[in-house]
């Protein structure tokens, strides 16, 4: 069964230093979006993506934020200047078609900035 | 205002009974979906129920919906062991883009 992957599992950086998450959608989706959860607390929508372009983004997804669909299969989360609290667990996730539709969620990258 | 906020925060039940975990919301939505989450671990999306629809089964889990209440609940019916996990209402708002708003979500444990 296709599914959504995601690398790293677990990643460790120093606060300011710049981060890219990445996430590889089922192959025949068209619509990305990231989520995060920070340890304890509700899952938080950051952004969606169609198209190369950003449908709609939350007030988290500052300009320390950036998305990118690079080629045909990857889809990245960058943030450029890490803070302590960008420490969670972030989810990437796809549809095949326009939302709402059933989202296939990948098992996350645990972000730890030190 | 707080969207999607679970009832009850924990609920145990022996394996082969019924679970139903409430959600409640403050404003008009489009659509209401329930995730599940096992413990440390990715999301799974259950079930996507829209504003018009009142009820929707997916195998052993039904949804209902009262848009006059606000108010969502999940039923899981004869429950597993496999079934212990955290579960989520999210509501969208007036978009098309699935920017959800997530609630604290139940856990649930059920026990062999």
């Known amino acids: 069964e296709p599914e959504v992957t995601q690398t790293p599992s677990h990643q460790v950086t120093q606060m300011g230093q710049e981060v890219i998450l990445r996430c590889v959608p089922i192959?025949?989706?068209?619509?990305f979006y990231w989520y995060r959860q920070i340890l304890g607390q509700k899952v938080e929508f950051l952004v969606s993506f169609y198209n190369n372009e950003i449908s709609e983004k939350s007030e988290i997804f500052d300009d320390q934020f950036s998305v990118e669909r690079p080629d045909g299969s990857n889809f990245t989360l960058k943030i450029r200047s890490t803070k302590l609290e960008d420490s969670a667990m972030y989810f990437c996730a796809s549809t095949r078609r326009q939302w709402p539709e059933t989202q296939y969620f990948g098992p996350g990258t645990r972000l730890l900035v030190l | 205002s707080q969207q999607g906020e679970e009832d009850p925060q924990a609920l145990s039940i022996q394996e082969g009974e019924n679970a139903t975990m409430n959600c409640s919301y403050k404003t008009s939505i489009n659509n209401l979906q329930w995730y599940r989450q096992n413990s440390g671990r990715g999301l799974v999306h259950l079930i996507l129920?829209?504003?018009?629809?009142r009820e929707k089964h997916s195998g052993r889990l039904r949804v209902t919906l009262d848009t006059s209440k606000k108010s969502s609940s999940l039923l899981i019916t004869a429950s597993r062991a496999a079934d212990t996990a955290s579960y989520f209402c999210?509501?969208?708002?007036?978009?098309?883009?699935?920017?959800?708003?997530f609630g604290d979500g139940t856990t649930l444990t059920v026990k062999p």
């Open positions: 129920i829209r504003s018009n629809e």
């Open positions: 192959s025949n989706h068209l619509y």
């Open positions: 999210a509501t969208d708002l007036n978009t098309n883009a699935g920017k959800s708003t």
